[in-house]
């Protein structure tokens, strides 16, 4: 990292002492304080929320999560960075998240073919997300829903037996 975005407090101060969490936020990660036996144990659940809303967890939000729960951002920043899930200022999700499933029963019935055909069409690699911002594109190892093989996940809802022209027809309802 650069010394502009390390984690020890070193990097410039944002617009005059203002967080990039909104107070709503804040106040979110604040009510899980009695629901947890410490506050280490709300790292996970502070992510996604921050994730979920601004589709990134950006340094200083890192840094502001940190002290919410009385940790060093170091050790928000491993809990993040060992979840492939999460996606950083540098890499911003889609406004869509699309998974391609891979396991050994999607695989056998067409999933990497899938795949393939999708970052043909989205002109993407696994990983990348859309030039106009609309779809990240993924691959997961497994997604547990091999007795509809293969499958996809869009956003929060599982598609199962995708061919090329399923996939593309829904994804072209995609808003």
């Known amino acids: 990292m650069s010394g502009t975005q390390s984690l020890n407090g070193a990097g410039p101060a944002n617009g005059g002492g203002r967080g990039v969490?909104?107070?709503?936020?804040?106040?979110?990660?604040?009510?899980?304080?009695?629901k947890y036996p410490t506050?280490?144990?709300?790292?996970?659940?502070?992510?996604?929320?921050?994730?979920?809303t601004y589709r990134q967890v950006s340094?200083?939000?890192?840094?502001?999560?940190?002290?919410l729960l009385d940790l060093h951002p170091s050790e928000v920043h491993d809990t993040m960075t060992f979840y492939q899930f999460f996606r950083d200022e540098k890499a911003p999700l889609g406004k869509h998240r699309v998974w391609v499933c891979r396991s050994i029963s999607c695989m056998l019935r067409g999933g990497e073919e899938?795949?393939?055909?999708?970052c043909d069409k989205l002109h993407v690699k696994p990983g990348d997300t859309t030039s106009d911002g609309a779809v990240?594109?993924?691959?997961?190892?497994?997604?547990?829903?091999?007795?509809?093989?293969?499958c996809m996940l869009i956003d929060e809802d599982c598609h199962m037996n995708m061919d090329q022209a399923k996939a593309t027809q829904v994804l072209s309802q995609l808003a």
Request: aromatic share 4%; charged share 25%; hydrophobic share 45%.
């Open 21 to 34: 969490l909104s107070e709503e936020i804040k106040e979110q990660i604040r009510g899980l304080y009695p």
């Open 39 to 52: 506050k280490r144990a709300i790292t996970l659940p502070a992510l996604h929320l921050v994730h979920d």
């Open 59 to 67: 340094v200083e939000a890192i840094r502001e999560i940190a002290e």
């Open 114 to 118: 899938l795949l393939a055909g999708l």
């Open 136 to 150: 990240t594109l993924e691959f997961a190892e497994c997604l547990g829903a091999c007795e509809g093989a293969p």
